[in-house]
């Protein structure tokens, strides 16, 4: 567990990184609300709270990204200008964003150049690759600085980017979500290299959700409740769970976990098919393995969880059932009929709902309000015409958002103004309607908070008892065993095991990668 020895976190004997009456305001929105909060030296740091509370606003203002209405903040001993990356850079701060993008062309050592702005000469490709091959084995990462970034697992990505981020001998790294792109043991993989920057002296700031995570690897915790510094930084060991998730939610009612689902195994068998795929296979693609021979079976009034090790076909089943993956070979039938071969938009019209992976890429246009990002659905699920009546869509999208508890000004602010939590519940409000036959639900609660992850199950039971059919895509077993009918277990691009409830963690373990019987 944690090794917090210190006692003294409310006044830093050494502090590294301190935010002085903060304040970000947008139009309405008050993002951070007169923050006052200093971290000490060469320990690591967690921040908390829930969708909307302020996190990545508070990172932003100390990486120089955003510019606070008020407020100050110093590194180690100076003050640094605010809003600007190049004073936050040079003082020692650098940030991993959570959705982080390398180029994917990129070989490692060319993204590494891409960070390395303060090492001027002349080197030879050689010296160049083995500076960095030493850079990143420091860091634990076993990664050749020849490879190209497309073909590395997310894991070993996100550990380029805090080795870029590291080039330039950052003294404080902030990590804005890492472990929500990241499968189990990814996430313990991330922690052995954070321990590693702590014992350099490196001080680390990490915005998580999960409290079991904050636990493993955090000296203090520190939380924000909407913009507001409600404690912290107090030593880990000192608190317990009850009362952190009381500081994170306030007054908010705590999640009230759902009734356990009832098996479904009897009465499933006779419910209709609401997908079948058969041999099915994809086309070789560059995004993760192609599927092979898939054959699924999925019934109306049923959750299918999809366990794997991430990169197992799981992005392309996904793919093949949004008709965006070359077909191969095989059939797809939805509803009955035949769909092999047919369009996104007929599918979606005969109930295909998807909760993508990549969210800000594939779920919500950022610069279209949400009015619009909400009704897309209902427009593409329509007849050939539809009467578009902006009032009434917004009404209706006002009451659709309240329901998720979506934190927002106005539904004609553009997307990209919510917070990550709340952008993925603008999704939801969308996809999870009563039309819906088939949901598609990839790593539903990765960035959501408590109650909001809560919710998400709550709301997933809730269209499957209303007859729809759900397929979970999930690396959490907890989450997949919990609400699952049923746990199928991909493996290089097929279906390697199928099990029943009451599950064993060995088995389905031992299936996700290969050495099941
Ligand atoms: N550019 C912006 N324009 C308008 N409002 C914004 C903007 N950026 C953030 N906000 C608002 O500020 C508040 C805090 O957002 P922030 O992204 O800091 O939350 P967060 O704690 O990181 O949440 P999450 O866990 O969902 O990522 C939210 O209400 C958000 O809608
Ligand atoms: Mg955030």
């Not at 050592?109 to 001027?120: I, K, L, N, V």
């Not at 409600?230 to 060991?237: F, Q, R």
């Amino acid at each position: 567990m944690n090794s917090s020895s210190s006692n003294s976190e409310a006044s830093p004997a050494r502090p590294a990184l301190v935010l002085d009456g903060v304040t970000v305001q947008y139009d309405t929105v008050k993002a951070l609300s007169d923050v006052s909060i200093a971290f000490e030296e060469g320990r690591i740091h967690a921040v908390v709270g829930q969708n909307g509370a302020g996190k990545t606003t508070f990172a932003r203002v100390c990486s120089g990204l955003v510019k606070p209405t008020h407020g100050r903040v110093h590194i180690g001993k100076h003050e640094i200008r605010t809003g600007h990356v190049n004073a936050a850079r040079a003082a020692g701060v650098e940030l991993v964003h959570q959705s982080f993008a390398l180029p994917a062309s990129f070989t490692v050592a060319q993204a590494m150049e891409f960070g390395a702005t303060r090492h001027s000469g002349l080197f030879t490709r050689r010296q160049l690759e083995a500076r960095w091959q030493a850079h990143l084995d420091g860091l634990g990462l076993s990664v050749s600085p020849r490879e190209v970034i497309r073909n590395l697992p997310i894991e070993t990505q996100q550990g380029i980017e805090i080795a870029r981020a590291l080039v330039t001998d950052a003294r404080v790294l902030i990590l804005d979500e890492p472990t929500a792109v990241l499968a189990p043991a990814g996430v313990e993989t991330l922690f052995e290299r954070i321990r590693i920057l702590k014992k350099r002296g490196v001080t680390v700031v990490l915005i998580l959700h999960k409290i079991r995570e904050m636990m493993a690897i955090a000296d203090t915790v520190s939380v924000l409740r909407r913009g507001e510094h409600v404690t912290g930084p107090v030593p880990c060991a000192s608190i317990g769970a009850a009362e952190l998730s009381q500081w994170i939610m306030g007054d908010a009612k705590a999640p009230v976990q759902a009734a356990a689902a009832p098996p479904r195994a009897a009465e499933g068998l006779t419910a209709p098919t609401v997908l079948r795929m058969h041999k099915f296979s994809t086309q070789p693609d560059a995004e993760g393995a192609a599927l092979n021979e898939v054959s699924l079976d999925v019934r109306a009034g049923e959750i299918i969880g999809i366990a794997g090790v991430e990169g197992n076909g799981q992005r392309t089943l996904v793919r093949a059932i949004s008709a965006l993956a070359g077909t191969a070979s095989g059939t797809l039938e939805f509803g009955g009929k035949d769909m092999t071969h047919s369009d996104l938009a007929t599918r979606r019209a005969a109930g295909l709902r998807i909760i993508p992976f990549e969210r800000n890429v594939e779920g919500l246009s950022l610069n279209s309000s949400l009015w619009e990002n909400w009704s897309t659905g209902r427009l593409l699920q329509g007849g050939l015409l539809s009467f578009v009546r902006p009032k009434k869509l917004q009404a209706e999208c006002d009451v659709a958002l309240a329901q998720w508890d979506v934190r927002y000004a106005n539904c004609g602010q553009p997307a990209g103004s919510l917070s990550g939590g709340n952008a993925q519940k603008v999704i939801f409000a969308r996809e999870v309607d009563d039309s819906a036959r088939l949901i598609i639900a990839a790593q539903p609660t990765r960035g959501l908070d408590i109650g909001a992850t809560a919710y998400v199950w709550k709301a997933l039971r809730q269209a499957r008892d209303r007859g729809a059919a759900i397929i979970l895509i999930s690396s959490d077993l907890d989450e997949l065993f919990d609400i699952s009918d049923r746990v199928l277990v991909m493996l290089r691009g097929q279906v390697v095991g199928e099990y029943g409830a009451p599950y064993d963690l060995r088995q389905v373990g031992q299936a996700m990668v290969g050495a099941h019987a």
